[in-house]
């Protein structure tokens, strides 16, 4: 059974006591109760939580949204008692400004210089990224193919091998389209025999090229960079560094030298695959 005991005072904070089971169930109703509290508080408010019973994560999104309301209102909201199943909770989740992190500025020239400075930092970390997998890729490639034996085959593999199929088809499609629509438009001048002129240069010179990168970078790149994004949250990262490893060493340079492997290859793929759909076109 979900209660709330509130206790004015002029004198002193406000207690606002929660009894019973804060969870999904109670949270409308317990919402209404304490958005009325804090809209005719005064001063400041004491959450007395130390009656919790159990407290979910909409419980805990509740308080927190109680927490905001009431800064916004100019009330001070405080946190005197909780239960053990209340702090075990609130122990995964932030619920405010605890003093350690600044207020937002208001001057805009402020926020343009903030802005600048976190570009100009994200620009550097790009940089020594960069700058570690060429050296790594150049100066330390034999050291890094002893370490991971096969690893950049790996990486080809699922980069290029499982690439085909779906690169293929658009440069299958996107050759028949540029066919269609050119032939329609030289043939109204008699300059229809420049079609086969006009497939063959578009497609190795631009179309084809593109198509694969725009393809890997959608395909490939999302998968890189979900696959580097588990390993850090899974701590795999700190674990290499840990044991005195260069996780850019063993992460980054056997993709990126199994991309440089690659693309070449289908590149040509997708050039010869556009060229052949434009053919049937043609024809």
Same mark, same amino acid.
């Given at each position: 059974m979900f209660r709330i005991d509130a206790q004015p005072s002029k004198s002193q904070p406000s207690t606002v006591r929660l009894s019973g089971r804060l969870e999904r169930e109670q949270v409308p109703q317990a919402r209404t109760e304490l958005l009325a509290i804090v809209k005719s508080a005064r001063g400041a408010l004491e959450l007395e939580l130390s009656e919790i019973e159990a407290l979910d994560t909409a419980g805990v999104a509740l308080i927190s949204a109680i927490y905001r309301h009431a800064r916004k209102r100019g009330c001070t909201l405080r946190l005197v008692a909780a239960s053990p199943a209340v702090e075990r909770a609130l122990s995964q989740f932030h619920l405010g400004d605890d003093g350690k992190?600044?207020?937002?500025?208001?001057?805009?020239?402020?926020?343009?210089?903030?802005?600048? +400075?976190? %570009?100009?930092?994200?620009?550097?970390r790009f940089a020594f990224l960069s700058t570690?997998? @060429?050296?790594?890729?150049?100066?330390?490639?034999? %050291?890094? =193919? %002893?370490? %991971?034996?096969?690893? +950049?085959?790996? /990486?080809?593999?699922?980069?290029?091998?499982d690439a085909l199929g779906i690169v293929g088809l658009i440069s299958?499609?996107?050759?028949?389209?540029?066919?269609?629509?050119?032939?329609?438009?030289?043939k109204q001048f008699g300059a229809d025999i420049f079609v086969a002129n006009l @497939?063959?240069?578009?497609?190795?010179?631009?179309?084809?090229?593109?198509?694969?990168? @725009? +393809? @890997?970078?959608?395909?490939?790149?999302?998968?890189?960079?979900?696959?580097?994004?588990?390993?850090?949250?899974? /701590? /795999? +990262?700190?674990?290499?560094?840990?044991?005195?490893? /260069?996780?850019? =060493?063993?992460?980054?340079?056997p993709k990126f030298q199994a991309i440089t492997l690659t693309m070449p290859g289908l590149t040509v793929m997708a050039n010869v695959l556009g060229i052949f759909g434009g053919f049937l076109v043609a024809v």
């Open positions: 992190s600044a207020p937002p500025s208001s001057s805009w020239l402020l926020r343009l210089g903030e802005s600048a +400075i976190s %570009r100009w930092q994200n620009f550097l570690d997998t @060429i050296v790594w890729s150049l100066g330390g490639a034999r %050291r890094t =193919r %002893r370490v %991971r034996r096969g690893a +950049i085959f790996q /990486e080809a593999n699922r980069i290029g091998v299958f499609l996107v050759g028949t389209v540029v066919a269609l629509q050119s032939a329609y438009q030289l @497939i063959g240069v578009s497609m190795t010179r631009e179309m084809g090229p593109l198509m694969t990168a @725009i +393809i @890997i970078a959608g395909r490939s790149g999302a998968a890189i960079a979900a696959e580097i994004a588990t390993m850090s949250v899974n /701590e /795999e +990262i700190d674990a290499l560094r840990t044991l005195g490893l /260069e996780p850019t =060493r063993y992460i980054v340079v």
